[in-house]
């Protein structure tokens, strides 16, 4: 068996070689005005992994008091196949501090092997937690005295850890088993203060089957469980006061919502936007357009009497989902909230292929399904990278504020900057945003936290004190299972710090305004959503209009395909937009079928005998839902014209003859072709052709028939005229 020591040492002698000295990173390369952090501040590097797992889930307090006790606690986990005995967990701290804000992003990135400064070994201050078997997790807390600490003073963020020390087989080598590390910033009682903005990101990739439900639909209902991320997001929002910012793509509230009635598909059912009258009652036929005989029903199935009696019944996930929105509006109410395009649209592709259109319907379906939901909320557009080229920035107006990391604009100074079109960019903090340093989860909550206090802190040190920092949580942030230990927004309330909302940054007005373009990398672009993506995407928009246009009684359908369709082109699906655009294909395939189901069925010869004579035709509805339509009929040549009917109402499986009225200029054979629309002119899809032949014979029936009877009245005449003077001349011989 390897000794674990023979490892753990060589490890150290390995780091030994990297740094000298209990506090490096105290200094590193940054703006000389600012300290801000370098631009590669958000990498993570791995760690490698320990024989004891060791975390950090509650600190307190949260700052470094002038007096009084630091008390730290948190888990160690045995992740060897080795029994350790004897453990005990101590406290590890810097003397000196970091007093940058470069220095700090250096040493969030530093190797979790580097001595960043001794334990505090004093008998009584360490927490002895016994042996562990493999697999085997306990709890410990070490609790250490401000004069035990032994620091500088000097105001800044210091290193703060524990270690874990033990032995295997009766062999204790001195050497750290496992470590977790954090900041923990220290300032003067009456040190200046600064503003920090927090933004809570309510986003994830929302996948909907071509009938509209939900794909993941457990991972969903998970999600919403006190102990699932979403469920975890709104307690911790709970625990944040008035002061949090929101940062919703509506759809994720529209999917929580699908979980909350048990996940329905898409409704075509009446919603109120019909005709308040002339649509017909189930069981009676149309009304009949004009000149038609009323159309036939076809049998149909009576109605179950007991239906109307029947309540489906929510299932237990539904009504957590229906709490969780519930609870969502009631944290949110006071804070400021900022709605970004339905399905987080990749607005960057979208605008670089300049289908604006695609944007503005998303922002749109945004707006009202925000207003549905009763939630308040200021237009954005975030991108979860933060960065955006500057063509989307021109296509966006002054209402909409715009979050961009702030290395996009690595010259600018403030956290607002101005554009030419009105736009107001928020430039939010990426170092603060990446988290704590390894090999701690970097996104732990109380790791997120601590890095929160310590760049604030810092940034409180500088003269750009009066300028607040503004910081977007990540997209899928989870707070973790210990989330209420790590007291995250209560740590954040100190007195040098004050919390406020992005509305309030943005109302202050931009520091500056610039025509400058922003930084977009290449590997940004070559991320983008593609051009297939979109035009999928516009092409839902397109076929629920048409589908609104052709159902009587709902319009509903519209938005619920159009926001189907942003789901192809959302941010949330680069890297997987081949199957992105297979459900949004897959989805308009299905609204096109339904589409021809209306179908039109006309003769397949015509004669007409005169200038004008009927047609008649036969129109069915195979859809389950009642439908207005309209027939036209299309000629190749001018010399025939049919006349368009009355739009006809069918109710479900109906069908209805129609007589249109036909009008020849010419004999001959000419070539129909009808087809079935909306009212509006949209094409459903069902056509049929058929020939119509002109002969006018009954007009040469009666020319020639015109003919013989003036014929006849002249014989007449004649006749008549010879008796009168045969009679005149034998009366005078007489």
């Not at 800044?156 to 977790?180: C, E, F, M």
């Not at 945004?366 to 500057?390: C, I, K, N």
């Not at 990540?474 to 973790?480: L, N």
């Not at 397949?604 to 509805?621: K, L, Q």
Request: a negative charge; aromatic letters at 4%; proline letters at 7%.
């Amino acid at each position: 068996m390897t000794r674990p020591w023979i490892v753990r040492a060589a490890a150290c002698l390995a780091a030994a070689v990297v740094t000298a000295g209990t506090v490096p990173f105290a200094a590193g390369t940054a703006d000389a005005k600012t300290g801000k952090a370098p631009a590669a501040a958000h990498v993570q590097r791995k760690v490698a992994a320990t024989p004891l797992g060791l975390t950090m889930d509650s600190m307190t307090p949260s700052t470094i008091p002038e007096r009084g006790r630091v008390t730290v606690s948190g888990t160690v986990t045995n992740n060897s196949d080795d029994v350790w005995t004897d453990l005990q967990v101590y406290l590890f701290r810097s003397q000196t501090p970091i007093t940058t804000r470069a220095g700090l992003a250096e040493a969030a990135l530093s190797d979790p092997a580097t001595d960043v400064g001794p334990r505090v070994a004093t008998e009584g201050r360490f927490d002895e937690i016994g042996d562990l078997a493999p697999g085997e997790s306990t709890s410990y807390t070490v609790s250490v005295s401000r004069s035990d600490l032994a620091l500088s003073g000097e105001p800044g963020v210091y290193w703060i850890g524990t270690h874990v020390l033990g032995a295997v087989d009766g062999v204790r080598d001195g050497l750290a088993a496992g470590k977790a590390r954090s900041f923990m910033p220290l300032m003067d009682e009456d040190a200046e203060g600064t503003d920090l903005a927090v933004v809570m990101p309510l986003r994830d990739r929302v996948k909907r089957a071509p009938n509209g439900s939900l794909i993941g639909l457990r991972a969903w209902q998970d999600a919403v469980s006190d102990e699932g991320r979403l469920g975890r997001i709104v307690q911790l929002a709970s625990t944040a006061g008035s002061d949090l910012t929101w940062l919703v793509d509506p759809a994720v509230l529209e999917a929580i919502g699908s979980v909350a009635v048990d996940d329905p598909s898409f409704s075509t059912a009446p919603d109120g936007t019909g005709p308040e009258a002339g649509t017909p009652e189930e069981g009676s036929p149309s009304p009949s357009p004009s000149g038609s005989e009323s159309p036939s029903t076809e049998p149909t199935e009576a109605a179950d009497p007991d239906a109307e009696d029947e309540v489906a019944e929510l299932s237990p996930e539904a009504i957590t989902a229906t709490e969780w929105l519930q609870r969502f509006r009631s944290e949110s109410a006071d804070d400021s909230m900022l709605a970004l395009p339905y399905g987080d649209v990749d607005v960057a592709a979208i605008t670089t292929n300049r289908l604006r259109p695609v944007l503005e319907e998303s922002q749109r379906l945004s707006a009202e399904t925000m207003a549905a939901l009763g939630l308040t909320a200021r237009s954005s557009v975030a991108p979860p990278r933060g960065f955006l080229p500057a063509r989307a920035l021109a296509a966006l107006d002054a209402t909409t504020t715009v979050l961009m990391t702030d290395r996009a604009f690595p010259t600018r100074s403030g956290t607002v900057v101005g554009r030419s079109n009105g736009t107001q960019v928020v430039l939010t903090d990426s170092a603060a945003a990446s988290g704590g340093p390894g090999p701690t989860d970097r996104l732990d909550a109380l790791a997120v936290r601590q890095r929160l206090l310590s760049e604030s802190a810092l940034h409180a040190l500088t003269p750009e004190r009066d300028t607040p920092l503004v910081v977007t949580l990540p997209s899928r942030f989870d707070p973790g299972d210990d989330w209420q230990s790590a007291d995250f927004f209560g740590g954040l309330d100190v007195p040098w710090l004050t919390r406020v909302g992005v509305g309030e940054v943005v109302e202050s007005g931009p520091a500056s305004t610039t025509t400058q373009p922003p930084l977009y990398p290449a590997s940004q672009r070559a991320a983008h959503v593609p051009l297939a993506n979109q035009l999928a995407a516009r092409e839902l928009q397109d076929l629920g209009r048409v589908y609104a246009e052709l159902l009587t009684d709902n319009d509903s359908i519209a938005d619920q395909l159009a926001k189907a369709g942003t789901l192809a082109t959302s941010y949330q699906v680069r890297g997987r937009t081949d199957a992105a655009l297979t459900r949004a294909r897959a989805t308009a395939e299905r609204v096109r079928h339904n589409l021809a189901s209306v179908e039109v069925d006309g003769p397949a010869f015509v004669s007409m005998t005169n200038e004008i004579g009927p047609i008649g035709v036969t129109v069915e509805n195979k859809l389950d839902d009642t439908v207005t339509v309209q027939l036209e009929a299309q000629t190749q040549s001018g010399d025939v014209e049919i006349e368009k009917p009355d739009p006809i109402t069918l109710g479900p499986g109906q069908r209805a003859p129609v007589r249109m009225r036909a009008r020849a200029a010419s004999i001959g054979v000419h070539n129909v072709t009808l087809v079935a629309t909306t009212t509006e002119g949209s094409m459903l899809g069902s056509r049929d052709q058929f020939t119509v032949r002109s002969s006018n014979i009954g007009t040469v029936i009666w020319v020639v028939m015109g003919a013989g009877a003036a014929l006849l009245a002249v014989a007449i005449v004649v006749r008549l005229f010879r008796r009168v003077r045969a009679y005149r001349r034998d009366g005078a011989a007489s």
